[in-house]
């Protein structure tokens, strides 16, 4: 399908969107401006689908162990499946709590140009780092488009500043984190695997332990995001779990013990089993983390749903809530035909425009095999299941590129170690080098001197040209400055995106 085509069915949905909407208000005063919003909300749920889920599914297409068709059914199926199973019917209408209600001055209508304002903001934002191929944080986006809306209404006395600074911290912390732990998993697969005489033996071992872990990580990790928002319903279904608002770390951590110790048991004899049919080449061996990266593919984009869904219905919610009561809220009930459309534009977007992304998380900033994204994929669930009980600010967009960042400079560092016959041949160089330099020193006839002088230049150039060559990059620099730009002036540009739709919308409305 050519470009237009997919811009033409994106049009389409938001079209059928925004009829269904206008079928609700009937002859509502402000009721045009829930369908506005209705349209808006579906254009960010579209650009959630084509920008952020290449973070839950780009790893595993880079490695070869998915499609990219493969990737789209499995992310269409399950991040649908988690904002429709466990998106909750309740969302916090103010993002974070950037900003006080109190902006509003009591207002419903300010409230709903602010959130109108941060929904086209943040899309319009998410959609221009997409054509870019910059994965940002759709979080980010949403915050930034409040932020704006907030400080337009209000004035900058209403932002909370502390929070602010905390967004701004996670910029640091997610990639860094991310690319620790993505590094440290990938080392122990190569020192206690691939750097191995026995490497079938080592997997047999190895592996098994691996994939138990995994799904340890995952459990918890989706116990904590998957299922916050219906934890409730849970507890209600299995009275033996205590009865809390959400699921606590240690009942997660809990689950996360009994699903890898599961697993372990059930793994092992497949393990073994399948390493007594291959090779120990290396290509073999990583065709043994192929299950593991789509079962975590699953679950991110399952988790991935329930939460980022909030992104598009957060304020679509709240702007239905607030024409309908005529207030300013906090907390909004989510509609099921609002809980849809953010459901069905994240799947839309993901299948007309996500490859576009997944193309540059799996394949442009680092080379990944099944080993590699295996390591990724590991990080972006322990990273988050460790903030959450740090309670560290984090961004699962920032964590999955940056354990990316990671895999590709530990491989540049165990590159740098190796001996080969291209090292060999530069520590000839520089050998000779040194010794031209010596012979320099002690050569006192003027006519050997100058055969030296011209021969050492000589040197020096091929020198040069062995360490260029040498020094691979296994991470695109390019790549990075611009993904780190990007991530930097999320907030800003969609604040400031926001600040003017907002006073159009006014505007329009005076």
């Not at 689950?255 to 120990?280: H, M």
């Not at 009561?325 to 839309?348: D, E, Y």
């Not at 309670?391 to 530990?410: D, E, K, Q, R, Y």
């Not at 150039?461 to 260029?468: P, Q, S, Y």
Request: charged share 15%; glycine share 10%; with cysteine.
């Amino acid at each position: 399908m050519n470009n237009t085509l997919k811009v033409l069915a994106g049009a389409g949905f938001a079209m059928l969107v925004a009829l269904y909407a206008n079928s609700l208000v009937g002859d509502s005063v402000n009721g045009g401006f829930l369908v506005l919003a209705a349209v808006f909300g579906a254009y960010m749920a579209m650009n959630i689908g084509a920008n952020d889920v290449a973070n839950n599914v780009g790893a595993a297409v880079g490695s070869g162990a998915l499609s990219i068709g493969g990737a789209i059914v499995i992310a269409v199926i399950f991040e649908a499946s988690g904002a429709l199973i466990a998106g909750g019917d309740v969302v916090g209408t103010i993002k974070k709590g950037i900003v006080s209600p109190d902006a509003f001055g009591g207002d419903p209508m300010l409230f709903v140009y602010a959130m109108s304002a941060a929904l086209l903001a943040a899309a319009l934002w998410l959609n221009l780092a997409t054509w870019l191929k910059a994965p940002v944080s759709t979080t980010h986006s949403i915050v930034g488009g409040v932020l704006g809306g907030g400080i337009a209404a209000g004035g900058f006395a209403i932002v909370a500043w502390g929070t602010m600074g905390k967004i701004a911290a996670s910029w640091i912390i997610s990639p860094v984190l991310g690319g620790i732990i993505a590094a440290a998993f990938l080392y122990v697969i190569k020192s206690q695997i691939v750097f191995k005489d026995d490497k079938l033996a080592a997997a047999k071992r190895v592996v098994p332990i691996l994939v138990a872990i995994m799904v340890a990580a995952f459990t918890t990790y989706l116990t904590i995001k998957g299922l916050k928002h219906i934890w409730g319903d849970v507890t209600h279904l299995l009275s033996f779990l205590p009865d809390t608002k959400k699921p606590s770390f240690l009942v997660a951590l809990s689950f996360g013990a009994i699903g890898g110790i599961v697993t372990y048991l059930l793994v092992k004899p497949r393990i073994i089993k399948k390493v007594a049919a291959i090779s120990d080449s290396r290509e073999d061996i990583n065709l043994l983390f192929t299950i593991p990266l789509i079962f975590a593919a699953c679950m991110l984009c399952f988790a991935h749903g329930a939460n980022d869904v909030a992104n598009a219905i957060g304020p679509l919610a709240a702007i239905n809530e607030a024409l309908a009561s005529h207030t300013v809220v906090t907390k909004a009930h989510i509609p099921l035909w609002v809980m849809v459309v953010g459901a069905f534009g994240i799947a839309v977007g993901l299948a007309l425009f996500g490859p576009r992304l997944i193309k540059t998380v799996g394949h442009e900033i680092t080379e990944l095999d099944h080993m590699r994204a295996f390591s990724v994929m590991m990080a972006a669930a322990i990273t988050v299941v460790i903030a959450s009980q740090l309670g560290l600010p984090v961004s699962s967009t920032h964590i999955a590129i940056g354990a990316i960042f990671g895999v590709g400079f530990l491989r540049e560092w165990l590159d740098s170690k190796t001996i080969d016959e291209k090292r060999l041949k530069l520590i000839t160089a520089q050998d000779n080098y040194k010794q031209i330099k010596i012979d320099l020193k002690t050569q006192k006839d003027p006519a050997k001197k100058l055969k030296l002088i011209k021969k050492q230049q000589v040197q020096k150039r091929k020198l040069k040209k062995i360490k260029k060559n040498l020094k691979q990059k296994y991470v695109k620099r390019n790549l990075v400055k611009k993904i780190i730009a990007a991530w930097i002036i999320t907030v800003p540009v969609a604040a400031a995106l926001s600040a003017v739709i907002f006073f159009v919308l006014k505007g329009i409305n005076s």
